[in-house]
């Protein structure tokens, strides 16, 4: 399974302005999983991917949320037009009924194994 990296700005937690600096404690996070052996994916969209970390790039999964514009909208951000780190999309997620939604984007593995553990 993936060790999902969220990146973007949460309530009580606020990034530094300097995107350099937040870019580093990515790499380092990122470099940390991997030299431990677990492969990575990134939980962010572009607008606020640059926000925080400007133009880094990984080339990695990614898991791109469309908030509560519905199923229609997280899959059309499976397309690579909303790629923000250079990853391929693998996950969409909605809000509905005030809880989280997924599905897996067209195209990449649907076997859920592949992208989470079950402990």
């Known amino acids: ?8 700005p949460v ?13 580093a404690v990515v790499q380092g996070a990122a470099r940390g999983y991997t030299d431990a052996g677990f492969r990575i994916g990134f939980y962010s969209i ?6 925080v970390v ?5 080339g990695e999964p990614e898991w791109r949320p469309a908030g509560s ?3 229609a909208e997280a899959l059309d951000r499976c397309g690579p037009d909303w790629s923000f780190q250079g990853g391929v999309g693998v996950l969409g997620q909605w809000i509905e009924d005030a809880r989280d939604r997924n599905v897996t984007c067209p195209g990449a593995v ?10």
């Open 46 to 51: 572009g607008s606020l991917w640059t926000r």
């Open 11 to 23: 309530l009580h937690f606020d990034w530094s302005p300097d995107v350099v600096a937040n870019g």
């Open 110 to 119: 649907t076997d859920l194994r592949r992208w989470f553990h079950q402990y």
């Open 54 to 58: 400007g133009s880094l790039r990984f």
């Open 1 to 8: 399974p993936i060790v999902w990296i969220d990146v973007e």
């Open 69 to 71: 514009r519905g199923l």
